[in-house]
């Protein structure tokens, strides 16, 4: 039962394409479970870089099952788009499965999206106008529409008749917009329908039947741990699961089956959208740091908000996530700076606390306590053995590791496959 969970440890942008792309060349079977396109993964192959937004990485391993699982947001014209662009490439889509019980994201969860986003003014929550939200509230509402239905031209037209009627409703009255009209989005849904039927199957399935006979199953994270709806910075969050316990909803495998917890862990904080961030700096350090980064949203070209490494969040998401280990990602953007902090404790309210609060009034009253460390200047990019970091960049990583109790297993120096430590192995068997 070899089989490794892959979760973000922040605020997401951690860099997990690139580790589940190392990864998937080991496994056999490569499973998305929760969130949709709001996600982009940028993996670079030599000097050529594929961004995917729903389709999992290991599709570009001609060898590797790739799952989208029952727990995703299935944007078919997101996911069309993304097979036409891989084909284009010279890749296949025939290795890649859909479970009929992923919901469905139509165009009117994009508009109410939007929609909301703006009636909220100063409070919108930043999101990727993707209809993620919209899409998963139709689910929790149970009025939902699955990929099982979207691939039965009959179903199909009695769930969206009912659908159509009711968020026209919505967007007449509450929003004072144009409707849908129900013949030609049926029958646009239906043509997409039709062209995703040969992905479809019961994908609970097969993840069970490779974890049975002893194959290597890698569940890739999207988006991290603190926008969880409900362990991340509500309501700054997504509407998903991306923490370890999402992986066995959202596809449909029991807790037990989990073997490795690897958490990536920027070697700064970013985060896009709005909600507190005790590290983040409006300074020319955060600006440093998000040019070198290349801290730009792979799915909104947004720029990212940026900041020291803050080990009391990470000590919150290893412990809600049950970490076993850490991928350190993007060590070489800090190399350059004379000093470098790492948070080791906030002060809120005249207070020192060590406990990361659930409270976003008490986390945007917090004021980091940093430990000092100083910087290296030497470029890592091509540095393949781990004896060979600069002793300060050693320094940094034992200090995290130490705090967390969890070992560093990979360093990651730069974008490319080859720019990648590998301390231990992370399957264990
Ligand atoms: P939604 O997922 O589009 O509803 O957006 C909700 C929040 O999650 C917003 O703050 C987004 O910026 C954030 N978000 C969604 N997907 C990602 C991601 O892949 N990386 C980082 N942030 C994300």
Known sequence: MPSVVIVGAQWGDEGKGKIIDYLAGESNMVVRAQGGNNAGHTVIVGDKKYTFHLLPSGVLYRDKLNIIGNGVAFDP????????????????????????????????????????????????????????????????????????????????????????????????????????????????????????????????????????ADEKVLFEGAQGTLLDLDLGTYPYVTSSHPTAGGFSVGAGIGPNKIEEILGIVKAYTTRVGLGPFPTELQDETGEAIRQKGKEFGTTTGRARRCGWLDLVMLKYTARVNGLTAISLMLLDVLSGFEDIKICVGYEIEGEETTDFPASLKRLGKAKPLYKTFPGWSADLSNITDFQDLPKEAKAYMAFIEKYLDIPVKIVSIGPGRDQTIVREEIYRK
Request: with cysteine; proline share 2%; charged share 35%.
């Open 77 to 212: 014209e997101g996911f069309l788009g993304e097979v036409e662009k891989l084909e284009g490439n010279g890749f296949s889509a025939d290795n890649i499965r859909i479970d009929e019980r992923a919901h469905v994201i139509f165009p009117y969860h994009k508009q109410i999206d939007a929609l909301e986003e703006e009636s909220r003014g100063e409070e919108k929550i930043g999101t990727t106008q993707k209809g993620i939200g919209p899409c998963y509230m139709d689910k929790i509402q149970r009025s939902g529409i699955r990929v099982g239905d979207l691939i039965d031209p009959e179903l199909l037209w009695e769930r969206l008749k009912l659908q159509v009627s009711k968020k026209n409703e919505i967007l007449e009255k509450i929003y004072n917009t144009k409707g849908y009209n129900l013949e030609s989005l049926y029958q646009q849904y239906r043509e997409h329908g039709q062209k995703i039927k040969r992905f479809v199957t019961d994908t609970t399935k097969l993840t069970h039947e490779a974890l049975e």
